[in-house]
Each structure stands twice: as structure tokens, then as C-alpha cells.
């Protein structure tokens, strides 16, 4: 089995910028495409960034230019850099993470959330 655990979250003041974190622990072969996801107030769980297990990367168009995505394979991390942050990207952020697990082959892990909130 594996999981997922988030960190990084807080609280900020409009311009400045949070580093979220997600480690994969647990038996695991390999981790493909991992990602970050935000769902705020009263909205539905959106996309922010994915990367693939080759480094490719995709974002929504609200954050391309403020937001990088990264990924540390030795150390199974993706990292969220986040600057310019605006009062709209308030939000629970949710990684998500692709495996190949051990005992349960592929499957997509989730993590609990850590909620980022910006102050205007």
C-alpha cells in the first residue's frame, strides 16, 4: 500500500508565495504523472498543475506564469511553487499521484489536503 501526504499549506498576503510539497510513501515500483488540485469555496475540485513521470507539465490557465510544478523522483516529491498568489487561489490543495504499487499494482493515491488561504 501507499499514501500521500501533503504539506506547505498557510497563510499568506496577496503577492507573496507558499512551496507545497507531496511525499509518496509506501512499497511502490515507480510514481508516474503526479499533480496538484485545488477545490475552493463552494466550487468543484480543479486541475491546478500535473507532471508526468518524463517532466512534462500542464497548468490551468489561472495560474501559467505564477505557478511551477516540480517532482524529486528519489525522494518521490512533487513540489508546488506558488508566487503572485491572489485571493482567488484560496483553496484546499489536494495531491495526487499515479503509482505502481507493490502489493496493489496501478492506482491513484490522494492526499488528505492542506488548505492555502490568501489574505487581500
Known amino acids: 500500500q501507499a499514501h500521500v501526504v501533503e504539506s506547505g499549506g498557510g497563510l499568506v498576503q496577496a503577492g507573496g508565495s507558499l512551496r507545497l510539497s507531496c511525499v509518496v510513501y509506501?512499497?511502490?515500483?515507480?510514481?508516474?504523472?503526479m499533480g496538484w488540485y485545488r477545490q475552493r469555496p463552494g466550487k468543484q475540485r480543479e486541475l491546478v498543475a500535473r507532471?508526468?513521470?518524463?517532466?512534462?507539465?500542464n497548468y490551468a490557465d489561472s495560474v501559467k506564469g505564477r505557478f511551477t510544478i516540480s517532482r524529486d523522483n528519489a525522494k518521490k516529491t512533487v513540489y508546488l511553487q506558488m508566487n503572485m498568489l491572489k485571493p482567488e487561489d484560496t483553496a484546499v490543495y489536494y495531491c495526487?499521484?499515479?503509482?505502481?504499487?507493490?502489493?496493489?499494482?496501478?492506482?491513484?493515491?490522494w492526499g488528505q489536503g492542506t488548505q492555502v488561504t490568501v489574505s487581500s
Open positions: 509506501g512499497s511502490i515500483f515507480s510514481i508516474n504523472d
Open positions: 507532471i508526468s513521470g518524463g517532466g512534462s507539465t
Open positions: 495526487n499521484a499515479a503509482v505502481e504499487a507493490v502489493v496493489v499494482g496501478a492506482k491513484t493515491y
